[in-house]
């Protein structure tokens, strides 16, 4: 038989709205009182009744995070898998459901607005944001919490938890000048996403600061994944001049280009050299090993997830736009070129 209110309240001798206080842990109950309750109800096996508590409250206890399409980001996605453990942790520490779901681009507003009109969420997480990003919009209009990792190209006046990846990739490019390379190319992600469109302007940041000219031929726009990622090297290599250092925007792509270098007989870190960026698990294990700039995606998923979190209790927030910088991790994929 289930564990009530009233049978933990004769047990310890107080009300029943004490006690449901008391196991709310609402400051209003002194902390003696609230333990010796909270130890009550412990050791009789009370389950609380959620669903009512969600009514009362008028809160859904949780966060969406909707997915922009299967094709653009993955569950085998390493830095996301990441990303999302440090989100699942927080929220699952608060007593929060994370509430997970896809949306195809042609009916994601409307999962949105479906959300907020059913309260199925009391808040939502952006991932993979755009450099004019419609979703943060409708929320923005809405009044709606929510917190994105990443941010938009122009009027970022929300919260945000994001890398520095211009500046990350000019420490790249400053690696290899500094090695001697000069024929740089580069293989990036879809241009409309605002990660992607900060990365390349720190790849022509980097050259220009060096004197170095930028030829359109050089930067290769691809997707996201390993394979694109040896598709577009292959292109780079078969140039009349090939760059002798690829700079790819993240470890899949590198990756993926380090298996082109192969395919052509080539040495990666003596014949060409070839970065990463975030650092995943991967990059460690490739052959040879990657040379890359470090992202704490767990820690950036538990900043996104703390931030949120907040705006939804009404809590002060320390730092609303966070912005890291990643660390530049020299491995054995780039060399002096011979």
């Known amino acids: 038989m289930a564990v009530t209110l009233k049978n933990i309240a004769d047990k310890v001798g107080k009300s029943v709205p004490t006690v449901s206080r008391a196991l709310a842990g609402f400051e209003d109950i002194s902390p003696k009182t609230r333990d010796y309750v909270q130890a009550v109800a412990k050791e009789m096996g009370y389950v609380p009744n959620n669903f009512a508590r969600k009514l009362q409250s008028q809160k859904a206890d949780a966060v969406g995070l909707i997915l922009p399409g299967a094709e653009n980001l993955r569950f085998s996605d390493p830095f996301f898998g990441l990303l999302l453990s440090g989100i699942i942790e927080k929220t699952s520490a608060a007593g929060m459901d994370l509430s997970i779901s896809a949306a195809n681009e042609e009916d994601e507003l409307d999962v949105y607005m479906e959300h907020i009109k059913s309260q199925r969420v009391d808040?939502?997480?952006?991932?993979?944001?755009?450099r004019k990003d419609k979703r943060i919009e409708l929320l923005r209009k809405n009044k709606?919490?929510?917190?994105?990792?990443?941010r938009m190209e122009e009027d970022n006046n929300f919260n945000f938890v994001d890398e520095d990846g211009n500046w990350g990739i000019e420490q790249v490019v400053d690696h290899l000048v500094?090695?001697?390379?000069?024929k740089l190319g580069c293989i990036a992600e879809?241009?409309?996403?605002?990660?992607?469109?900060?990365?390349?302007?720190?790849?022509?940041?980097?050259?220009?600061?060096?004197?170095?000219k930028f030829a359109d031929e050089n930067l290769v726009v691809t997707n996201f994944r390993q394979r694109s990622g040896r598709e577009a090297?292959?292109?780079?290599?078969?140039?009349?001049?090939?760059?002798?250092?690829i700079v790819a925007l993240n470890d899949l792509l590198a990756i993926g280009a380090i298996q082109a270098a192969h395919e052509r007989g080539l040495t990666v870190g003596r014949d060409v050299s070839i970065t990463g960026f975030d650092d995943i698990v991967l990059a460690e294990m490739a052959n040879p090993g990657l040379t890359t700039l470090h992202q704490p995606a767990h820690k950036m998923g538990t900043l996104v997830a703390e931030n949120l979190l907040k705006q939804i209790k009404n809590e002060p927030?320390?730092?609303?736009?966070i912005v890291l910088k990643p660390t530049l991790v020299v491995r054995d994929s780039t060399g002096k070129p011979v």
């Open 144 to 150: 709606f919490p929510f917190v994105s990792f990443g």
């Open 190 to 212: 879809p241009l409309l996403f605002t990660k992607s469109f900060f990365r390349v302007q720190g790849f022509m940041n980097g050259l220009k600061k060096h004197g170095l």
């Open 178 to 182: 500094g090695l001697g390379h000069t």
């Open 317 to 321: 927030i320390d730092q609303s736009q």
């Open 233 to 245: 090297a292959l292109r780079l290599l078969d140039l009349q001049e090939p760059p002798t250092a």
């Open 123 to 130: 808040g939502f997480i952006i991932v993979r944001t755009h």
